[in-house]
């Protein structure tokens, strides 16, 4: 699964040593053990006398396992107080040992956590009462089809097909259906400019620029969320980067061939089909991070031609970036670097399962006993799919990303150089705007808020419900959304994001009003839209939208 043996042996062999010379540590486990033992031979007592007796210990606010009534009843209430106790004490067991390293504290605290997840009672068919009652009630049909559902799923990964139901949604089709067409193309990116809405839209153009890790119609989705469509309806012109899917012809492209044969390929065309303006540039997470340094580098060269900087879910300081950090050491590293160096790329399925496993009990567990215990399909919905449509990093670009970004966090601290010459974020002279979501394991919002740091800049900052994709996918009229916002302005001082999240008024409803009237009063006048590429040379239209690169698989 991609996890560096040497990791997990060196972490473990921190804790025993550790634990092995901390008397008082072991003294104040052997204490908990028997408190633990004791609170759940009482609650075992008293819940049989009396059923309503309150739990002597309840899940975490974000663990969903044991809510139904079901698991309330004796004995069911004693297996999963049990369960819970096991693990509260594990937590304990793994934490504050005096001398061990607070990553492999925090590393064997997560490996311990997905073991036990895999341990938990919610996970078998006798010891969660939902799946113990189905089975009695349907006579096992619910594991007969869950068994069809498993048989059908293996089939479909083995011969790499999108999971069940995900082929309803055909790229062109019924997603990815903004009409535009694509105007520039290199080995690296095509360009696609949509086509606008109205005879006069604002005059600086939108160059948004998705993650190279996922497939840029994510924002372009079903026609009720697409933010590009949103975006055309309200007067913008827009341009998209879709990334070539690589294979092991690109194993040698570099984070500089993306800058370079990307961002500013993309930029270049952009300014010659709309000549004589500004072009506000958007990135979306590690497309984000792309940004920001072509950014910097533009402002080294004295390169004026962004009006505005949007960041979505992107990271430029990787100090604080969240569990994504727990895979990121020199043995993880050259770990990854050894089993790519064949292929000359990381495979769909490797980069799929670490982000799922730091949502183990939602992405993992959860399917598992819905499908295959209980039996039932769910409707696979358009971020679904789009979210099974997965794409490759060739070998070069993502051992430097994990390097020099994650591991030795070279761009915050001024040294990640551009044809040799060290670039800094506060180059990035031109207003932001930056968007984090309350529960991102990607890019934490904590780690996104960074941005306050550079006094150099305004910057306006919105904190959305929601994680990394359904957060940014928010359009206006989806129930439940909520959002804040508020602008610094250069040289205000700095706000801590605690204190932020807690004076900043919450607001009902999506954010992209608020990014389109921001969009809107950083541009100037209307202007007749412009033609869709340029009538002869480099920028002609090549074919429609959404072009040939998203749909390589």
């Known amino acids: 699964m991609g996890l560096s043996p040497a990791v997990l042996g060196a972490q473990t062999f921190d804790w025993l040593v550790h634990l092995a010379i901390s008397p008082g540590k072991q003294m104040q486990l052997a204490e908990n053990w028997g408190s633990t033992v004791s609170r759940l031979a009482m609650y075992a007592a008293q819940s049989l006398v009396d059923p309503s007796t309150p739990p002597s ?13 079901a698991w309330q009843r004796w004995p069911y209430s004693l297996i999963h107080q ?12 793994t934490s504050d040992v005096d001398g061990m390293s607070q990553r492999h504290q925090n590393s064997l605290s997560f490996t311990v956590r997905q073991l036990l997840d895999m341990a938990s009672p919610s996970n078998y068919v006798w010891t969660n009462p939902d799946v113990a009652q189905a089975t009695m009630t349907s006579g096992g049909s619910n594991l007969a089809q869950g068994l069809k559902n498993l048989l059908e799923d ?7 097909r999108p999971p069940a139901g995900a082929d309803r949604f055909v790229v062109g089709t019924n997603v990815a259906t903004t009409p535009g067409k ?9 360009l696609i400019q949509y086509s ?4 006069e839209v604002h005059a600086e153009p939108i160059l948004i620029v998705p993650a190279w890790i996922m497939k840029y119609y994510i924002l372009d989705l079903s026609p009720q969320n697409s933010l590009v469509k949103y975006l055309v309806d309200n007067g913008h012109t827009v341009f998209m980067i879709s990334w070539k899917n690589p294979t092991s012809a690109d194993r ?3 984070m500089d061939d993306y800058r370079h044969l990307g961002v500013m390929a993309a930029l270049d065309a952009v300014t010659a089909i709309v000549p004589g303006r500004k072009v506000h540039a958007a990135g979306y997470c590690l497309g984000g991070t792309l940004l920001v340094i072509t950014a910097g580098a533009m402002g080294l060269q004295n390169d004026d031609r962004f009006a505005s900087v949007t960041l979505f879910a992107a990271q430029a300081d990787f100090s604080e970036a969240g569990e994504l950090m727990l895979f990121v050491n020199e043995s993880e590293i050259s770990y990854l670097e050894n089993m790519m160096w064949e292929r000359g790329y990381l495979d769909t399925y490797q980069m799929a399962g670490a982000f799922q496993i730091l949502r183990s009990n939602d992405l993992v567990w959860s399917r598992y006993v819905g499908e295959y215990l209980l039996g039932r399909r769910p409707e696979i919905n358009d971020l679904m799919a789009w979210n099974a449509d997965a794409t490759r990093m060739p070998y070069k670009m993502h051992s430097e990303y994990l390097r020099r970004l994650f591991l030795q966090n070279d761009l915050a601290s001024g040294r990640f150089e551009v044809n040799g010459r060290p670039l800094w974020i506060s180059n990035v002279r031109v207003p932001r705007f930056c968007v984090g979501t309350i529960t991102d394991h990607v890019a934490p919002w904590r780690s996104v808020y960074k941005a306050h740091l550079d006094p150099t800049s305004e910057i306006t900052f919105v904190l959305t419900s929601g994680g990394h994709n359904a957060g940014i996918v928010s359009e206006p009229g989806r129930r439940g959304r909520t959002y804040q916002i508020r602008t610094k302005r250069e040289d205000d001082l700095y706000v801590d994001p605690d204190t932020w999240r807690r004076e900043t008024p919450v607001c009902e409803g999506s954010w992209w009003p608020e990014w389109q009237k921001w969009l809107a009063r950083h541009s100037t006048e209307k202007a007749a839209a412009p033609t869709m590429g340029t009538p002869k040379g ?9 072009g040939a690169y998203v749909k390589e698989r």
């Open 182 to 190: 694509v105007v520039f193309q290199n080995r690296l990116i095509e």
């Open 252 to 254: 040698d492209l570099g």
């Open 82 to 93: 049990s369960f819970l106790l096991t693990q509260q004490w594990w937590h304990n067991a």
């Open 57 to 69: 210990i309840t899940p975490l606010p974000q663990d969903r396992r044991f809510r139904s009534e």
């Open 196 to 199: 606008p809405a109205s005879d």
């Open 538 to 546: 480099q920028y002609r239209i090549i074919r429609d939208a959404p």
């Open 154 to 160: 293996w089939g479909r990964a083995v011969a790499g």
